[in-house]
């Protein structure tokens, strides 16, 4: 309802005024409860769901199957002994398997099952490479073990047989001596043996070169057999040198002595002792 109202007041000139009365105010409409609760567990369940699915769609999905292998060794390592298409053989049981699943323990346990794997460093590149780097064992000696040879590293471990006649040969070329134990192998025992084989080579270098085997007879006792001389020496670590050289001054007397020697033993300080074959003749001593 409108109207308009005058108001005239004496002695003043009319205005008119505008006059309307004001509506009702629309009621608003309540939401429902159950709406309000809806709302939120919509929410959570879409926070939930989403990324959900995304874990799903990545664990199923060919894009992260393993596709490639790639296979390279440590930076300065020694190489040789394994070659890459030997890892991938290893890991053949997991091409074409998800990626993101695949455990990098067993994977590097199925790697380092090769005895001439020292260690490997293994991680995954998303979504379908696998990246491989190895360092390869070191043989610096052949162990006699009884009647076989095996590969040995520094601290006088077996790494691997040697298979093959050839094989040997190729190990004894590239300068791998023959070293045994008298007893078990003990630390640092073959680093011992091959640092009086380096004593010997300063003295006698032919005598060194035509070794044939160390045997180790204690942590500071030795027993070498070289091709160059027709009995063995028995040393001792750090006086290899100077035995030698009084042992070289010795030999024409010794060999019109004894024609054929068992040993000559150069552990002593003030003596050499030779040991004759003939079991029936006394050790003979050569006086410093």
Do not use: C, H
Not at 39 to 58: D, H, S, Y
């Amino acid at each position: 309802m409108t109207g308009t109202v005058t108001v005239m007041p004496p002695g003043a000139n009319g205005r008119v005024l505008d006059f309307r009365r004001r509506g009702v105010p629309p009621r608003r409409k309540r939401k429902s409860l159950l709406v309000k609760l809806l709302k939120p567990l919509a929410v959570a369940v879409g926070l939930v769901a989403l990324p959900a699915g995304l874990v799903a769609w990545v664990l199923t999905a060919p894009r992260f199957e393993l596709r490639e292998v790639d296979v390279r060794p440590v930076k300065g390592a020694p190489t040789g002994r394994v070659s890459p298409d030997q890892v991938r053989q290893a890991l053949s049981a997991f091409q074409g398997k998800n990626l993101v699943r695949l455990s990098l323990a067993e994977a590097a346990a199925r790697v380092q099952s090769n005895p001439w794997i020292a260690s490997v460093e293994i991680a995954k590149e998303l979504p379908g490479r696998l990246r491989v780097r190895i360092a390869e064992r070191k043989p610096i000696a052949l162990l006699l073990a009884g009647s076989d040879l095996v590969y040995a590293d520094a601290d006088g471990r077996a790494i691997a047989p040697v298979a093959t006649p050839a094989e040997l040969e190729a190990a004894r070329r590239s300068g791998l001596l023959v070293v045994s134990f008298a007893r078990a192998p003990y630390p640092n025992g073959m680093a011992a043996a091959l640092k009086v084989a380096a004593e010997l080579g300063r003295v006698e270098p032919n005598w060194a070169a035509k070794l044939a085997q160390i045997e180790v007879l204690g942590e500071e006792d030795f027993r070498l057999r070289t091709d160059a001389l027709p009995f063995p020496l028995v040393v001792k670590d750090g006086e290899v040198g100077s035995k030698v050289r009084r042992l070289v001054t010795l030999l024409p007397e010794i060999s019109r002595r004894y024609p054929r020697i068992e040993a000559v033993d150069l552990r002593f300080s003030r003596r050499i002792v030779i040991q004759p074959a003939d079991s029936s003749s006394p050790p003979g001593e050569a006086g410093a």
